[in-house]
């Protein structure tokens, strides 16, 4: 007989987890791994690897879970896959590899991503078996960008033989996995371990490279870089465009994020950058971000903190766990309020004055459109308000070298081989698609990837 | 980590620097920034470049011990020390002119990132008038240097004890009335650079500022620097540094200069804590 449910993960309690920055789920046990692992019905034709964006043989490496060789395990992740902890912890599942789970027609699907993220964790626990790159070929690429799509691709150039060096502006490696995700969703020992592994391939990073500002591109080129990979995402925060936006009191996501997990500003004064919070947060937004801004400002100590969203719960873009865990933790989800204009006291942050929407037709993303119910203004007193209505597309690269086309909306053209107009160099991730998510980011590093090996061969 | 070749007081709690880093000497134009981390506890802090040289590879960096790690710089790192991170050179260049007298007006430690505006000006073939202030004669620094590169030079002391007794507006709203000015720079305090501001649009004259707000990562990622110029919200780093003085919401970016006040205090006074522990 299956099992119809997942094993369940444990984790820390609502009640203790908000007030520290810990990891929120605790892992498996080698029991409960194996005992998830035996509910896979090891499908022939395995819809849930077409569902993986970097195709992890997921029969495979569940199957080698399933009789305890983990690291069996963690080789057969790796083989496509050089993030494992990471995806396993961050990659929206639901949507992925487990949505076309065959047993999810009759159950809950095989915990996929919980198991990548035990195998993982195993094999950092006890130590990886060493991976020896392919003797050099001499020829040498740059990457801009330290995120999941640079990452991904520098790490399959290098496999490929191919000399690598990551130029990142940042002064850690990671990108949004570093300076957006907190550390109670995605510790940051577990990012550098696994940069670390690059690094022991023979990937070179280089950081507090702003590249279009301490160097460009076309010098890349021109300096003996075979190719370029723009891997460079979209950090570029949006404002609402309301008026009272610039009072103090209202962050970017970006920066509030950057603020506490890159800068380490939960820990100031021992760290030197500090974060202001109020008592009264709200946190404007429904992905991901909003999600993350919102469970940070609870831990920092906020003593009521809301999301305020212009559609309902159904159009959410966060995942369904975020969301889940935000709840439980305490935070006040007001779904269908916007706001429209934020008023202070002296430049300092006091109320927000919001709109009550209502569902109309659906717009062009297919979503239903929200439109303000006349009259219905209120106010809400705040002192912190956190703008989490998404991240466009870094304009520095684009803006700096020459020959690049860019879509209306800031992104870079390219195709689904990362090939842009300009010849030599490539792109994937965020700066393509707009904010997206670490696995499509890593689909498009490895698409590109293959794509200047070929490039580099003279193809 | 970029080592420091030297270091020399230019007055009380003000110090030249010169830092290591290649890639910033190489790139650098004047008008743009860097922003520093001394280690790797420290906190991002934007400096603007005073000058550089390509060849030898290094920054020159003025600071002035005021916050918790430009007191730490101040007081804790010397020749041969490092600093963790070096990154740059950011912002905009200046967008100098071409003909015609301007006028370079700079305000304390605004000094130093004049400079290289001022030089590079004078080599464009334009008429240079500078106007160098500070509280008092100890506080005045590359008074030589300035001289190098302006056609006259006037120094004002709030106390009168070098130079005029005077603010800066009073020699700039009498040169802007004498003479025929295609252009005037003020870089300086937010205070110093908006009353500079009010002086040229009175005249009628276009002026340039440097803007000094709060930065987190200075590549634009994050919008902790932005201000209003015109009517649009600008990021300072990206955008800027430099804009239209006259179009700059001052009190708004003076008020967010002093967000995060009680925190650098406190950060300060654990700072000095440390210290007096570790001497005695
Ligand atoms: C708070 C937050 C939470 C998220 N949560 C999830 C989640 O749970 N699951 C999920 O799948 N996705 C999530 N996402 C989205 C996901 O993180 C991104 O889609 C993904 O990181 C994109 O990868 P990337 O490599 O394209 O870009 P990025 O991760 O943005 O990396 C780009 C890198 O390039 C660097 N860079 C930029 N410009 C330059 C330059 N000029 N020179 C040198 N370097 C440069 C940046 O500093 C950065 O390090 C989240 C995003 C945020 C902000
Ligand atoms: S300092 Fe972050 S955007 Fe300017």
Redesign the interface.
């Known amino acids: 007989m299956i099992r119809e449910t997942q094993v369940a993960m444990r984790e820390q309690s609502a009640a203790s987890r908000v007030r520290n920055f810990d990891e929120v789920p605790l892992g498996y046990t080698d029991e409960e791994a194996r005992e998830e692992a035996a509910r896979c019905l090891q499908c022939k034709k395995a819809p849930c690897v077409q569902g993986c964006p970097v195709e992890v043989d997921i029969p495979a490496f569940i199957g080698q879970t399933e009789r305890g060789d983990f690291a069996a395990a963690a080789a057969t992740i790796k083989r496509t896959n050089n993030l494992p902890a990471i995806c396993g912890r961050v990659c929206p599942q639901e949507t992925q590899c487990q949505g076309v789970c065959t047993l999810a027609k009759k159950f809950e699907p095989c915990g996929i991503g919980r198991l990548e993220r035990f195998v993982a964790d195993w094999e950092r626990e006890h130590g990886a078996q060493a991976v020896e790159p392919p003797p050099s070929t001499g020829l040498r690429v740059a990457v801009v960008g330290a995120g999941p799509a640079g990452l991904t691709c520098a790490a399959d150039l290098r496999m490929m033989g191919h000399e690598v060096t990551v130029f990142e ?3 850690e490696p990671g990108g949004v996995l570093m300076y957006g995700i907190p550390e109670f969703r995605l510790p940051k020992d577990v990012v550098n371990y696994e940069v670390d592994g690059l690094r022991r391939l023979g990937v070179d990073i280089a ?4 590249v279009g ?3 460009t591109v076309d010098t890349l080129l021109s300096e003996g870089y075979g190719a370029v990979f723009v891997g460079s995402g979209a ?3 949006r ?1 609402l465009g309301i008026e009272g ?2 009072l ?1 009191g209202v ?2 996501a ?2 509030f994020l ?2 506490v997990n890159l ?2 500003a939960w820990q ?7 974060v ?1 919070l109020g008592r009264h947060v709200a946190v404007v937004g429904g992905g991901n971000v909003a999600m993350d801004a919102a469970r940070t400002a609870l831990r920092l100590g906020a003593e009521h903190v809301s999301i305020l969203y212009r559609r309902t719960r159904q159009e959410m873009p966060a995942r369904v766990e975020e969301v889940h865990h935000a709840e439980e933790e305490g935070v006040d989800m007001q779904f269908l309020v916007n706001p429209v204009q934020l008023h202070g006291n ?2 300092v942050l006091a109320e927000a004055e919001c709109l009550r929407m209502e569902l109309g037709p659906p717009d062009d993303s297919g979503r239903r459109r929200p439109v303000p119910i006349e009259g219905s203004e209120f106010l809400l007193d705040v002192d912190t308000l956190i703008v989490a209505v998404g991240n466009q597309a ?3 690269v684009p803006r700096t070298t020459s020959g690049l086309n860019v879509t209306r909306w800031g992104t870079l053209e390219a195709d689904d081989d990362g090939v842009t107009t300009r010849k030599g160099v490539f792109a994937g991730g965020d700066i393509v698609t707009g904010a997206a998510t670490v696995i499509s980011a890593m689909g498009a590093g490895k698409k590109a990837a293959a794509a200047i090996h070929r490039h580099l061969a003279g193809g | 980590m970029h080592q420091i070749l030297a270091k020399q007081a230019l007055g009380p709690e003000i110090d030249e620097f010169q830092v290591e880093a290649p890639r910033v000497a190489q790139a650098a134009v004047p008008g743009q920034f860097v922003v520093v981390r001394l280690h790797d506890r420290g906190e991002r802090v934007p400096l603007t470049l005073a000058d550089w040289d390509a060849a030898a590879g290094t920054v020159t960096l003025v600071v002035q011990a005021v916050g918790k790690t430009t007191r730490e710089m101040h007081e804790r790192y010397d020749v041969g020390d490092g600093v963790l991170d070096v990154v740059g050179p950011l912002g905009e260049p200046s967008v100098l002119v071409h003909e015609g007298t301007v006028l370079c007006v700079a305000g304390g430690v605004g000094i130093a990132p004049m400079y290289p505006i001022a030089r590079a000006l004078k080599q464009e073939g334009v008429r240079v008038i500078g106007i160098l202030g500070a509280r008092s004669e100890d506080l005045l620094f590359w008074v030589d240097r300035m001289r190098e590169v302006c056609d006259e030079l006037v120094l004002t002391t709030d106390d009168g004890s070098v130079g005029r007794k005077a603010l800066v507006t009073e020699p700039l709203a009498e040169l802007l009335g004498a003479r025929e000015v295609a252009h005037v720079w003020a870089v300086g305090p937010a205070v110093m650079m908006k009353f500079c501001s009010a002086t040229c649009s009175k005249a009628g004259v276009p002026v340039t500022v440097s803007l000094n707000p709060i930065m987190v990562d200075g590549t634009g990622m994050c919008g902790a620097c932005r201000a209003e110029v015109g009517d649009r919200v600008r990021f300072a780093c990206v955008d800027g540094p430099e804009f239209p003085g006259d179009q700059v919401n001052w009190e708004l970016l003076i008020a967010r200069l002093a967000a995060y006040k009680e925190e650098e205090r406190c950060a300060l006074d654990r700072y000095r804590r440390m210290v007096r522990e570790a001497a005695s």
């Open positions: 502006a940042l002064h950081l507090n490279m702003v500002k301490t160097i950090g570029l925060p404002f936006e610039t103090i962050y970017s970006n920066e950057t603020r800068m380490r100031f004064p021992e760290y030197d950058t500090p202001k002296d430049g870094h304009p520095l």
